[in-house]
């Protein structure tokens, strides 16, 4: 797959970041060839209650991930911003932080199934394409991703021709691994050490989070 530089982008509440979220996404970026993917805590989460951890800790984990990993980088601008936040407002300022960079947005399935929700969604393919990786207990649904269905490449075998549009739905292996679930365990006094990065298990422990 060789084309220009193309950026990665991974959003989320991170509330913990766990194996879920960061397994499948590595497996899918090194398909597209990407060397630079970009954690983007969200400020406030638009379709969420509020966090349980703040957002001081939620960095502090993400942090924690780029320590070991150096495939992974934090993006502020979410936290940074004083609103909600939209993908939108963070697509269009990216485009205009990387003029010319290809921009490909991480989600997991669920996300993806509840995409025609946000808010203006048809902007969104101006700006990017989708990298979609699988879920246990999210099938894709036909019905809520109908107004864009033809955007979708299931399994992809090289990036697409567009700079932006498309919805590659990635084949990765599947974790069934949650942040409410492992908020759930830690309250439970349960094992959560196979969950995520030891590192971030450790964080967890010391700052007492999600007794
Ligand atoms: N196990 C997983 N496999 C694939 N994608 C995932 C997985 N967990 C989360 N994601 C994706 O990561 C993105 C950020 O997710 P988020 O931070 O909300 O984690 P979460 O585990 O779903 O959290 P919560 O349980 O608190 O709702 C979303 O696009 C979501 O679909
Ligand atoms: O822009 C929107 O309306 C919108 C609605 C729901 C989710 N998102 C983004 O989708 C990503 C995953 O969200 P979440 O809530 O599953 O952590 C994260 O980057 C959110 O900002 C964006």
Redesign the pocket.
Known sequence: MNHPPALGI??????P?????LR??REAGEKLALTQIYLLPNRE?VH?PD?SANTKQRIQMLQLVCQHDPLFTIDMREVNRQQKSYSLLTLQELATTYPGQRIYF???????NSLSEWYCYEQLFDYCHFVV????G?EFDPVTTQPFLSRIIENPQCAPQQEAGNILIFD?N??????????QRVKSGAEIKSLLPAAVAEYIHQQKLYQ
Request: glycine letters at 10%.
């Open positions: 991974f959003g989320g509440t991170f509330d970041v766990h194996w879920g979220h499948p996404v989460p969420k966090a991480f989600i997991g399935m669920d996300s993806l990786t699988r879920r246990p999210f990765t599947q974790l069934d691994i949650s942040s409410t679930d492992i908020r």
